[in-house]
C-alpha cells in the first residue's frame, strides 16, 4: 500500500524534504469505503470548523504517521493536495481521540488529509 497525493494546486517550488520544519493548513477526514468523506473533527481552517485559521507545523519524519510524511514528500511548497492514505501507513488497529469528542478516528480507517504546504516554518536556516 502507498499514499496516493492528489494535486489540487502546483506549484514549481522547492520540494519538501525531511530537512525543515514547514507550515501547512490541514483537514483531516475519514475515507469511506465507497469514496465519500467524513469528517473527523481536526482542521487548522475556520472554513473547516477550527475556531481560528492556525497553520500545523511539522517535520517530515518527525513524530508523524508514515502516510503523512510519505505524501508531503511528494510535495513542493505552495501547492495543495489531497493525501489518501491508507490504514496501514495511518493509525491502524489504534483508534484516535474519543467518540464526542473534539475529534475522533475509529480504528483500521483509511485517511484522506486536505493539505496545503505554506512553506518553511520561521527561524530556520536556508
Do not use: C
Not at 520540494?15 to 507550515?23: A, E, N, P
Not at 470548523?49 to 502516510?67: H, K, R, T, Y
Not at 493536495?81 to 491508507?86: D, G, N, S, Y
Amino acid at each position: 500500500m502507498s499514499v496516493n497525493v492528489v494535486k489540487q494546486k502546483v506549484t514549481e517550488g522547492p520540494s519538501v524534504t525531511k530537512d525543515y520544519r514547514y507550515q501547512s493548513m490541514v483537514t483531516l477526514y475519514i475515507e469511506n469505503e465507497d469514496g465519500s468523506r467524513t469528517p473527523s473533527g481536526w482542521s487548522t481552517r475556520v472554513s473547516d470548523g477550527a475556531s481560528s485559521d492556525s497553520p500545523f507545523e511539522f517535520q517530515p519524519g518527525v513524530n508523524l504517521i508514515a502516510g503523512w510524511t510519505e505524501g508531503v514528500l511528494k510535495m513542493n511548497e505552495g501547492e495543495r493536495a489531497l493525501l489518501h492514505i491508507p490504514t496501514e501507513l495511518g493509525y491502524g488497529a489504534s483508534p484516535m481521540g474519543s467518540p464526542g469528542g473534539a475529534f475522533y478516528i475509529p480504528a483500521n480507517s483509511n485517511l484522506l488529509f486536505d493539505i496545503e504546504i505554506l512553506g518553511k516554518a520561521p527561524g530556520q536556516e536556508f
